[in-house]
């Protein structure tokens, strides 16, 4: 088994900043594409940013020079930094991995969630 932890989440004013950060650990052999997923009320998930194994990056178009994805591999983290944090950045943001098993088995994992919320 995998869990995804995620941390980092809270309270910012509109134009601050945020760190999130998801830590996998468990049954792990290596992760391959790990992101971040957000979803606001009444609306759908969507994609906010992803990160291949060659640490290939893919952004939103809501979020592209505002938010960075990154990773540490020794550590199965990854991070989300999130500058000029708007309103509507506010949602639930979830960690999602693609991880082989140590039996070499691929799943796809998700974190519980972390609340960021921008006020104005």
């Known amino acids: 088994q995998v869990q995804l932890v995620e941390s980092g989440g809270g309270l910012v004013q509109a134009g601050g900043s945020l760190r999130l950060s998801c830590a996998a650990s468990?049954?792990?052999?290596?992760?391959?594409?790990m992101g971040w997923y957000r979803q606001a009320p009444a609306k759908q998930r969507e994609l906010v940013a992803a990160?291949?194994?060659?640490?290939?990056?893919n952004y939103a178009a809501s979020v592209k020079g505002r938010f960075t994805i990154s990773r540490d591999n020794t550590k199965n983290t990854v991070y989300l930094q999130m500058n000029s944090l708007k309103p509507e950045d506010t949602a639930v943001y979830y960690c999602?991995?693609?991880?082989?098993?140590?039996?070499?088995?691929?799943?796809?994992?998700w974190g519980q969630g972390t609340q960021v919320t921008v006020s104005s």
């Open positions: 468990g049954s792990i052999f290596a992760i391959t594409t």
């Open positions: 999602d991995a693609d991880v082989v098993s140590v039996a070499r088995h691929e799943y796809n994992y």
């Open positions: 990160i291949g194994g060659g640490s290939t990056t």
